[in-house]
């Protein structure tokens, strides 16, 4: 059964990724994106990590991709404005031709690790409560860390942002 | 795990050098709010006190090693590289006190987000966890892009768009070993993965080789080694004189020790592969470089393809990877600081916010024909860097080859030597190439007024320091030496 539904959420990832680079307009692109996003919500689910599962929606396909086409919509393409990509299938072709051996090499790898047991975990395991414990106290410096990682990006863009209207 | 975690066994000592400069920055954002446009040089000397500050808890730390569940690892190479990276930081932080204004310099922001970005790279130097490692490599270079950004020329934001794209590649390629390191092994503990690693002799090692490629993929960006090295002379052509120094140093020597942290294991492996790989990498970023500075036409382009080729040299240690090669990467990195901060600032100091020379670049070779008629000191100091960065004795840059060369042969690396030695002799001729426009062409300029309108009482007396460490290196190469074997063999390397 998981079997089953985990094939079926992996060809609608694949599918929303392949529409997300062939669509020519920006919009569509954003929109596909969210099919693979959710598709990957579920695996989570199927990996019993309701928290991942969770934090995928609502940050991934909630605030990540309408802050996206909050800016696609703000920018107001038009068709006019876009590139013309006449050889853009073939292009891809060969572009995914080229790139085949470092994917075979690294799938390669992927076969060649040792073996692990590849049941799903039983409950208790992703969940919010034993994940935050690991949280704040393993991984509490870690976890400090990124808030200076963010106050820096915020500093930053807001001075970036503040130079342009002097 | 119990539940019951003792305060003592998280270290919190170890962690004071990060804390005190993050408390600085906070600080700095603070004082912004509470009093508008404060003087720039209240800000650099704040800035540079709180260094200070960090460089004494750093001397006098003497806790444990390790601290906050393994995640911090203050050892040896970690104390030595913070204090490079903190004395660099001291210097390149004062070069903002130049004659002309600049906007970023007037900014809090500025100084905040400088503090901000070494508390990055000591976090990346401090640990051997690589999300740690990851995380603080990340806070640096987001830093890094917007201090290149704020300054103000068009080529400035140029710069910092391309070392931010470059420098997301990188991220996502160093995201990508760690998974397969993890994956493999699990943990993402550098000393765990080589435990595991060695107890299974390495297999599977087409794994292990994607894991390796990725990771050199990421530090080569940071290091500027070839394949990913495009970058370099865009980045330091577009941004501020003091801020390109501070690339060629910093960023570097915290990768190095990262590099030496991660491959030290890997040399350990004895797969024959891996040092083809490093050899490989070693010799083409030492002959490229060199061979591509012959033809640049700009000194700013010229000195970031010899940083290159410099570091190129100095990953030859890691390669090698004997005691005697990796504290010979501590002591050439200290005299290329003090060298390179020294060449650096002479650009600073000549720059004009005019391209009179050249339409195309800002200090292209021309400019500094016949400086010596002009201005005799000026020209003297600049070629005494130039004497120093090509390795002459007795400037301070050649102890460092001379030593690493040796560590080379000691080794059994004769080869390696031999191609260090040619690398040398090539790059003798770009660096005379400027020293024969300063010294046996006839000047352009009538007046050495254009040469002089950022030059500052401050940045006169960080060039002279910088003159008087890179004459005298004769004097304290040997205890440099000691100390950096001392704090290496400590660490086990």
């Known amino acids: 059964m998981a079997d089953i539904v985990f094939a079926i959420l992996a060809i609608f990832a694949l599918v929303g990724a392949f529409g997300m680079i062939s669509f020519h307009s920006p919009i569509h692109s954003a929109l596909s994106f969210i099919v693979t996003i959710l598709a990957l919500a579920g695996i989570f689910a199927l990996l ?3 928290f991942l599962f969770a934090v995928q929606i609502i940050v991934y396909a909630g605030a990540i991709m309408v802050l996206m086409l909050f800016i696609i919509m703000f920018l107001n393409v038009r068709e006019s404005n876009f590139p013309k990509e006449p050889n853009k299938f073939i292009s891809m072709f060969f572009g995914s031709i080229l790139l085949l051996p470092v994917n075979i090499f690294i799938v390669r790898a992927f076969l060649k ?3 692990k047991s590849m049941e799903i975990v039983e409950d208790g395991f992703g969940n919010i409560g034993s994940l935050s414990m690991e949280l704040f106290t393993r991984w509490l410096l870690p976890f400090e860390a990124i808030s200076i990682l963010l106050l820096v990006a915020l500093v930053g863009a807001v001075v970036l942002a503040r130079k342009e209207e002097s | 795990m119990s539940d019951f975690i003792s305060l003592s066994s998280l270290n919190i000592p170890s962690l004071l050098p990060m804390a005190i400069l993050v408390f600085g ?3 700095i954002i603070c004082i912004d709010l509470a009093v508008k446009n404060l003087n720039r040089s209240f800000y650099t000397i704040l800035s540079v006190l709180f260094i200070v500050l960090d460089l004494g808890v750093l001397i006098g730390y003497n806790g444990a090693s390790r601290g906050f569940f393994d995640t911090v690892l203050v050892d040896g190479i970690a104390i030595l590289s913070q204090c490079i990276i903190l004395i660099a930081s001291a210097f390149f932080i004062p070069l903002s006190l130049s004659n002309r204004h600049f906007k970023e310099y007037e900014m809090a ?10 508390v990055g790279f000591q976090f990346m130097v401090s640990s051997d966890n690589l999300i740690v490692i990851f995380i603080g490599l990340e806070t640096a270079s987001l830093s890094l892009y917007t201090l290149i950004a704020l300054h103000n020329r068009a080529k400035a934001f140029e710069a910092a768009i391309k070392y931010f794209t470059m420098g997301a590649l990188a991220a996502g390629f160093f995201a990508l070993s760690s998974l397969i390191f993890y994956a493999l092994t699990g943990s993402v503990e550098i000393n765990t993965i080589e435990a595991v690693l060695k107890e299974r002799e390495f297999q599977p090692l087409s794994a292990v080789l994607a894991g390796t490629v990725f990771m050199i993929a990421a530090l080569g960006f940071k290091l500027s080694v070839v394949p990913s090295h495009t970058w370099t002379p865009d ?3 577009g941004s501020s004189a003091p801020l390109a120094g501070y690339m060629s140093i910093v960023p570097k020597i915290a990768g190095f020790v990262v590099a030496m942290r991660f491959f030290e294991m890997l040399i350990a492996s004895d797969i024959i592969w891996l040092e083809y790989i490093l050899y490989g990498l070693v010799v083409i970023t030492m002959t490229l470089a060199n061979i591509t500075a012959l033809v640049q036409e700009d000194v700013k382009r010229m000195l970031a393809f010899s940083s290159i080729s410099h570091a190129g040299f100095v990953l030859s240690a890691i390669l090698i990877g004997t005691t005697q090669a990796n504290a010979g990467l501590f002591l050439y990195w200290i005299l290329f600081m003090f060298t390179n901060l020294g060449a650096f600032s002479m650009l600073w100091i000549v720059r004009h916010k005019n391209n009179l020379w050249d339409e195309r670049y800002q200090h292209p070779f021309s400019k500094f024909s016949g400086m010596v008629k002009l201005m005799p000191t000026t020209a003297t100091i600049m070629g005494v860097f130039m004497f120093a960065l090509a390795g002459m004795p007795p400037f301070s840059v050649f102890w460092g080859k001379l030593y690493l060369i ?3 042969v000691n080794s059994g690396f004769i080869y390696l030597a031999v191609i260090m030695v040619v690398n040398s002799a090539i790059a003798v001729y770009y660096y005379m190439k400027l020293m024969i426009y300063m010294f046996l062409k006839e000047p352009v300029a009538n007046t050495s007024a254009v040469y002089e ?9 960080i060039v002279g320091f910088a003159t008087v460490v890179t004459l005298s290196a004769v004097l304290f190469v040997e205890p440099i030496l000691n100390i950096v074997t001392k704090f290496v063999i400590l660490s086990g390397f």
């Open chain 1, 48 to 50: 019993s990590a309701p």
């Open chain 1, 113 to 115: 690790m040792p073996e």
């Open chain 2, 25 to 27: 920055a906070l600080f």
């Open chain 2, 109 to 118: 922001e500025y100084y905040a987000l400088f503090l901000f970005m070494i």
């Open chain 2, 235 to 237: 980045v330091y052509e």
């Open chain 2, 406 to 408: 040796s560590a080379a």
């Open chain 2, 453 to 461: 309108t950022n030059a500052s009482t401050t940045l006169k007396v």
